[in-house]
């Protein structure tokens, strides 16, 4: 039973990851439609930056933090502008292929700049005590990541739901040539949530690099992600949430009782749920789903 | 208010579909836009509103003027920001969000407490649409979805509204109702309309003037009472011809008849 409760309390928190890695490609595809195959190197690259700040110069975690999103918020405003912006108006499709285009290039910049060598961060964000649930322990950067994601997700539910710019978002994504006629300034829309995204990929970097190490290699952690959106619904925050999650805990506990019979199952069954819950639920759990009058 | 001078409009650099487009329109008027498929009337109202772009449509001569000042350069929302709303074809609407939010949506340039008047004034001329206020917009029906676009239109404050077709594919009698309301809201709200339409009938009856537009020129404008006594716009666009009349074998094919304002 113990062994259950850890499996299923770390399969929580590392979904919560998942969730936030998963948020940085709702937020574009909920704001611009845009299928960002990226968003896996975008958490890399943040991790990255927040590494420089703490472990290469030395200084204090916080800050490392706070200006390793701000840079990530200039990243993801750069690619914007230089690759994502000239497209406007094309198909869709076309931009994905861009992505996947992003997705080698980050990585060999990555390589360029840093090198092999992993890295680790040596402080948490901030310090909590390891969390004892009757012989379960979680461990503290567990905690902090788990926090972190929830905070973040209500954070951007609320902006998306309830502000007039997250209107104009969802809008824009709906259709953005109407928006245009109606006086929304359609890229700097895309602008705003590129930068959105490059800060909460960066978010998820960091945290899952303090719970691993980071090196050049990190941004397959985005093929992870691909399953969590698609089961959770492309354009839903809680979606990102709730199928992090659940792809984490059936992850680890196909990892804790199957691997001894199958080993490597574990890698598998985030896309074998995938694929159940596609057959009951195309658009994710709680996707938007396709509007068709008869 | 608004002056088309001559305009020339190119899409793809190859598609040569308006070939000097001359209209004008006088602040609280309302201009009846009409013609046959394909002659060019929804591409006048993109060079107007800065759509063309999206369609690889450029306009290579000739200027569009609001209130004196040229704008056939800037962009769309520049230009929607300066009260030229364009409602487009077909009833497009924000799929995905409910009706409030639609109009929400027209209104976004306005704070929280001007766009809670504009939705009781929307819902004032739509009563249906404050039924359907939480709904999905992609579920209504076709004739609410008009209404729909109508009101998130007037969300703007429009001092030019360009309609594009509004009674398509609507029954008939919601048809004299929108143009009812349309008529209300030119009239109170001094709004100038431009409404393109297939319904040659209806739209002469509630417009002041009208150009008649085919194959990317216009080819007659006058005041409405007038265009609707014209011979050819009779024949060729109301379908009346002479009834319980004899009638010669040549007069009745009408493609081989010329209209009066060819050569």
Known sequence: MDYFLQLFLSGICIGAVYGLGAIGFVIIYKSSGIFNLAHGEMMMVGAFFGVTFANLLGWPMWLAFILALVLAAVTGFVIQFLVIRPLTGQSHFAVLMVTVGLMFIIKGGTLLVWGHETYDFRELLFQVESLEIGEAIIASEYIVGFIVSIVLFVLLWAYFSYTKNGLSMRATADDEELAESMGVRVRRIFGMSWILAGVSSAVGGIIMGMMTTIDYNMGEVGLKVLPVVVFGGLESFLGAIVGGIVVGVTGTLSGGYLDEYLTGFKEITPYILMLLVLLIKPFGLFGEKKIERI | ?263
């Open chain 2, 1 to 263: 208010m608004l002056v088309v001078n001559n305009i020339e409009v190119v899409y793809s650099e190859v598609i040569w579909v308006l070939r000097g487009v001359t209209l004008e329109i006088a602040e609280g008027s309302m201009v009846a836009l009409l013609g046959a498929n394909g002659a060019g009337k929804t591409t006048t109202l993109k060079a107007i509103s800065g759509l063309l772009w999206a369609e690889l449509g450029k306009i290579t001569a000739g200027s569009v003027e609001y209130g004196g000042r040229k704008i056939d350069r800037l962009k769309a929302e520049d230009i929607a920001r300066l009260g030229v709303i364009q409602v487009l074809e077909g009833h497009r609407l924000f799929e995905h969000l409910t009706t409030e939010e639609n109009l929400r949506m027209g209104g976004h340039l306005f704070d929280g407490q001007a766009i809670k008047q504009k939705l009781d004034m929307v819902y004032g001329y739509f009563p249906r649409l404050r039924e359907r206020r939480g709904e999905i917009s992609g579920y209504l029906s076709g004739g609410e979805q008009q209404m729909l676009v109508i009101g998130r239109a007037l969300m703007s404050s429009p001092e030019l509204m360009m309609l594009d077709e509004p009674s398509l594919g609507l029954a008939p009698l919601l048809v004299l109702e929108i143009f009812d309301i349309v008529s209300d809201i030119n009239f109170e709200k001094q709004t100038a309309i431009l409404l393109v339409e297939q319904n040659a009938k209806a739209a002469l009856a509630i417009t002041d003037y009208g150009y008649i537009m085919e194959n990317g020129r216009v080819v007659l404008e006058g005041p409405s009472e007038k265009l609707v006594e014209n011979e050819d716009i009779k024949e060729f666009y109301l379908g009346l011809s002479q009834l319980g009349e004899r009638k010669s074998y040549r007069e009745i094919k009408h493609y081989k008849r010329r209209k009066r304002w060819l050569g």
